[in-house]
């Protein structure tokens, strides 16, 4: 039976080579992406900053609604098509996109190396990675085994595949697959296929490539149990963030300890956050997450 922790955790991401959190204070934050630096909204940031001024290229301004509108200003000119970065030897385009990111999610750099210490040990690990996105979590993943990217978008599948080009990896042993991933889990379970890791990042409110209506609170239980039957005794994890609800991380690991309980190993959760570059290092939050590990 899985054991459930008794205290939450914390997992970092420390600033690379190609990103950093500047500086965070009053409700936005200021990163650096390469060449380029950007103010965001960040509600969490509820201290002053440490610097009396940021120099950025960009800012995005929100809109008065709380469904993620708004738009990005620029002070200097930024690529319309992006520009190149890297985190380890995985290469993705950074963009500045209307819905505020920029391509990709810098917090998950640490969970790129905690599903890789999970599978390092077994041989050709096979990985499901649900709500996708643009693919550098499935790129990360490859080196491990064959990877099954799910995503509704068709444009974020298209990038994904740029990425894996951008980063030389073509022939890495991914399927970019269009398709609701309530849905594609779903046939999987009729299949009686099984995977030895899944990550899955479900947005508060989504739709499919067939219209199909995606609200958090409704279908996540039900995908948790489908994701289940997926695993075995003999598979490694299964790793749930989540961003921008009004719910706990305590909820999640609730959810996958109920899941959870015929199989072995531990039920851990928490919150992710991001490690400004200053001397004081503070920790910004950004999402919360539950995840089975099995080691």
């Not at 009053?26 to 509820?46: D, S, T, V």
């Not at 001024?53 to 929100?62: I, L, N, T, Y």
């Not at 917090?107 to 210490?117: Q, T």
């Amino acid at each position: 039976m899985a054991e459930l922790a008794a205290e939450p955790q914390v997992m970092a991401g420390e600033g690379w080579a190609d990103y950093g959190l500047v500086d965070s204070g009053h409700g936005r934050k200021l990163e650096r992406y390469g060449a380029f630096r950007f103010i965001r909204p960040e509600p969490q940031a509820m201290w002053a900053p440490r610097l009396a001024e940021w120099d950025a290229h960009g800012e995005f301004v929100p809109g008065s609604d709380e469904d993620g509108g708004g738009r990005w200003q620029f002070a200097r000119q930024v690529p319309e098509e992006g520009w190149p970065l890297g985190w380890e030897e995985v290469r993705f385009t950074a963009q500045c996109t209307p819905f505020r990111h920029l391509g990709f999610f810098p917090d998950m750099a640490p969970v790129w190396h905690w599903m890789r210490g999970m599978l390092a040990d077994k041989a050709d690990a096979s990985a499901l990675n649900l709500f996708g996105y643009t693919g550098v979590g499935s790129l990360a993943l490859s080196q491990c085994g064959p990877v099954t990217h799910v995503d509704a978008s068709k444009k974020s599948v298209a990038q994904a595949r740029e990425n894996a080009a951008l980063s030389g990896m073509e022939d890495r042993p991914v399927r970019w697959l269009i398709d609701d991933c309530a849905k594609f889990v779903a046939r999987e379970v009729r299949r009686e296929n099984r995977y030895d890791g899944i990550i899955l990042d479900p947005p508060k409110f989504g739709r499919g490539p067939k219209n199909e209506t995606w609200r958090l609170e409704e279908g996540l239980p039900g995908l948790i149990g489908d994701c289940r039957q997926l695993l075995d005794a003999d598979s490694r994890f299964l790793f749930l963030t989540v961003y921008a609800v009004r719910m706990s991380s305590l909820a999640l690991a609730g959810l996958l300890a109920e899941a959870f309980a015929s199989l072995p190993g531990r039920i851990e959760y928490g919150e992710l956050a991001v490690r400004e570059d200053g001397p004081d290092g503070r920790l910004l939050p950004t999402a919360i997450f539950a995840r089975w590990a099995n080691d």
